[in-house]
C-alpha cells in the first residue's frame, strides 16, 4: 500500500491550506484514515481522524473548529482543510490508515504511512 500525502506549503498566520493524502495498492474504503503531525524533536501528534464511512470524526482540541477531516472513497483520497492557521501549526503532516475497524489517535495503531508533507506557517 502507498500513502502519497500533498498539498503543504509556506503560508502566512490566518491563512488556509488543504493537504490530500491519495491511497493506493489495497483497500482503502475499509480503513480509519488520520492525520498526524511531527515536529523536529517531538513525539508524532494526532491530529484528526475519520471511520471508514465519514460517519465519525475527532480531532485533537488544538485544532478543533479550524481543521476539517474528509475523505472520498470514490477517489481514495483523504483531505485535510486547515483554516486560521497558527505558527504552532508548523510541522510535517503525515496521513495513515489503520486497517482494524477502530477509531484511535494512537499512531501505533496505524498500519501504513504516506512519506508526509511540510507545513511551514510564518507570523
Known amino acids: 500500500v502507498q500513502l502519497q500525502a500533498s498539498g503543504g506549503g509556506l503560508v502566512q498566520a490566518g491563512d488556509s491550506l488543504k493537504l490530500s493524502c491519495a491511497a493506493s495498492g489495497r483497500f482503502f474504503r475499509s480503513d480509519t484514515m488520520g492525520w498526524f503531525r511531527q515536529v523536529p524533536g517531538k513525539e508524532r501528534e494526532f491530529v484528526a481522524g475519520i471511520s471508514w464511512n465519514s460517519a465519525m470524526t475527532y480531532y485533537h482540541d ?56 511540510q507545513v511551514t506557517v510564518s507570523s
Open 62 to 117: 488544538s485544532v478543533k473548529g479550524r481543521f476539517t477531516i474528509s475523505r472520498d472513497n470514490a477517489k481514495n483520497t483523504v483531505y485535510l482543510q486547515m483554516n486560521s492557521l497558527k505558527p504552532e501549526d508548523t510541522a510535517k503532516y503525515y496521513c495513515a490508515a489503520d486497517s482494524h475497524f477502530r477509531l484511535t489517535a494512537n499512531p501505533a495503531h496505524y498500519d501504513y504511512w504516506g512519506q508526509g508533507t
